[in-house]
Structure formats: C-alpha cells, structure tokens
C-alpha cells in the first residue's frame, strides 16, 4: 500500500500555484496525510517592496513572517480543506533548492507543484522550478498546470 502521510504544497500564491492546491487538498483528504504549504522567500529576486524597506534582508523577512498564516489561509479560502492539517511553512534561500531540501527532511510522500508552463527564451532564463524539483526530489512530484494554458507546438 502507498504510504501517503504528508504532502508538500510548494506556492508562489501566483495563480500557477493556486492551480496545484484542490489537488493537494483532495489527495491530502483521500489519505488522511498532512498538507505542508512552502513558500521560500528568494532574497536574490526580492519583491519591490523591499527595496522601498530601510531595513536589513533579515528584518524584511520577519516582516514577511508576520503576515505569512494569514496570506496562507487567503490562498485557500475558496477551497474546502476540511479537518485537513495544515502545517505552513516560509522559507528563505533557494526555491527548488529550499523544497527539495524540506521535504527530504521532513519525510513528504509527496510533492503537488503548479508550473508556470514557460517555454522558448522565458525558461531558458527563468529555468523552471518545477522542473528542478521533479529531477531532484526524493519522492514523486504532480506537477499541475493551469486549465486554461494552451500549449503551442514549436513550428
């Protein structure tokens, strides 16, 4: 039998992200498994607002932390978790680095990620986290895309 106690639920709170989560949600609900929600906070592509911020990286993390279990909780108010336990977790570093590192060591069955769906120049030079993830990570991934993308072939 498939051991399914936790599942990681990597978010960006884009709309990419948001695509992923009734996924996590309804397989974390099926096997009764923990929903650890991360989002790494990438100091090398800090939010704009930083730079508006007077003070250190650190100090703008722990502002970050504050507002951190409320941006969560909004990021899933449209969807029924139930009883589902929801473990969120900010992290600073690395995204694929930081969550490939999370869910090793803290034992996820699972990791539901959305991808952005880039293709051509755009992934060459964001690369893909998603796909990081998938070659990197100790378990299996479910990468999930938007409903509405639309895939065109190369001509």
Excluded: Q, W
């Amino acid at each position: 039998m498939i051991k399914m106690d936790k599942i990681l639920l990597p978010t960006d709170f884009s709309e990419h992200s948001k695509a992923a989560a009734p996924y996590a949600v309804d397989i974390a609900s099926r096997y009764g498994a923990e929903l650890h929600i991360i989002h790494v906070f990438d100091e090398n592509a800090l939010d704009p607002l930083y730079f508006s911020y007077s003070g250190t990286v650190g100090e703008y993390f722990d502002k970050v932390k504050e507002g951190f279990d409320s941006e969560v909780d909004s990021f899933l108010s449209d969807i029924d978790t139930g009883d589902l336990t929801i473990v969120p977790i900010l992290s600073n570093g690395n995204p694929f680095v930081e969550i490939v590192r999370y869910a090793k060591n803290n034992d996820i069955d699972m990791i539901i990620i959305g991808t952005h769906g880039r293709t051509g120049l755009s992934h060459m030079l964001l690369g893909s986290i998603a796909e990081k993830v998938i070659r990197k990570a100790h378990c299996p991934v479910l990468s999930v895309r938007r409903a509405d993308f639309e895939f065109i072939p190369p001509a």
